[in-house]
């Protein structure tokens, strides 16, 4: 069965970093793309990183809002994706959720697989 557990969420000052890690099943990781979602109450989700899975790849894409700020990256042995957050604002959207998708997009309807989700605080 397919699975994505997201953790790392929590409360930080504005400013501050915190890093998610999303453990995905390892048939998933192997054929996948995984992404970075972020959602605020009664907004759309939207796309924050990708990164390819393959051995011989590492593409990422971001999206502008957090470039500069985030890094995505994996590590295929623990069939791990993870975001690094820097600087932090209070109006960024609170919950971020790991997807997979069979491609490489930022088209959230193109991601099969979502975790539950994390939550993510910035205090002002």
């Known amino acids: 069965q397919v699975q994505l557990v997201e953790s790392g969420g929590g409360l930080v000052q504005a400013g501050g970093s915190l890093r998610l890690s999303c453990a995905a099943s390892?048939?998933?990781?192997?054929?996948?793309?995984m992404g970075w979602f972020r959602q605020a109450p009664g907004k759309e989700r939207e796309f924050v990183a990708a990164?390819?899975?393959?051995?011989?790849?590492?593409?990422?894409y971001y999206a502008d809002s957090v470039k500069g700020r985030f890094t995505i990256s994996r590590d295929n042995v623990k069939n791990t994706v993870y975001l690094q957050m820097n600087s932090l604002k209070p109006e960024e959207p609170d919950v971020y959720y790991c997807?997979?998708?069979?491609?490489?997009?930022?088209?959230?309807?193109?991601?099969?697989?979502w975790g539950q989700g994390t939550q993510v605080t910035v205090s002002s």
């Open positions: 390892g048939r998933i990781f192997s054929y996948h793309y």
């Open positions: 990164i390819n899975t393959s051995w011989n790849g590492g593409i990422t």
């Open positions: 997807a997979a998708a069979p491609k490489v997009t930022v088209q959230r309807p193109e991601y099969n697989y």
